[in-house]
């Protein structure tokens, strides 16, 4: 008996929920379903936070730079970026407190410059000039005004100056 009520609360809800999907705009549909998708993201990136696993707040980062509006980015480039800010962490380059202050020059090593630009030992002048500037139209000041990246647009300039000067000169 039981079975057979539950059965019936679900076929009403289905019926509830296809009548109105079926009266309702495509455009209000999608616009909800964002909604939907944003705030159940929101909330499993918050309990995966709150639970202490490091890697399981990734999703929540994601959230979080596409909320910056960084012009351009796609969640590989989040990615790549996140991964880039912890390395350069991790080496003591990029400190919580070096956001919004201006910081003499960080001897960036070649290996650095090279995995900050994204490129391979070996490539031509014109690869650095073009990957220095394509992280540059995507993270520098003027572009994003909202976001303060100076300190990132000052390591890539010190990554291409370094391997233009070391391996090109």
């Given at each position: 008996m039981n079975l057979f009520l539950i059965g019936i609360i679900i076929f009403v809800i289905i019926y509830l929920f296809l009548n109105w999907f079926a009266r309702t705009s495509s455009k209000k549909i999608a616009t909800t379903i964002k909604k939907i998708a944003v705030y159940f993201s929101l909330i499993l990136a918050l309990l995966l936070t709150i639970g202490g696993k490091y890697i399981f707040s990734l999703p929540f980062l994601f959230v979080i730079l596409s909320?910056?509006?960084i012009k351009g980015f796609t969640a590989l480039q989040m990615f790549q970026l996140w991964r880039l800010i912890q390395f350069l962490k991790n080496?003591?380059?990029?400190?919580?407190?070096?956001?919004g202050q201006t910081q003499g020059s960080s001897s960036v090593t070649n290996d650095e410059a090279y995995k900050l630009l994204g490129l391979k030992k070996?490539?031509?002048k014109?690869?650095?000039?073009?990957?220095?500037?394509q992280l540059q139209k995507k993270i520098h000041p003027d572009m994003n005004r909202d976001v303060k990246t100076e300190r990132l647009s000052q390591l890539v300039n010190e990554a291409k100056e370094k391997i233009i000067k070391t391996d090109f000169s």
């Open positions: 909320g910056l509006k080496s003591g380059r990029f400190s919580e407190g070096q956001f070996g490539c031509t014109e690869d650095v000039l073009k990957a220095a500037n």
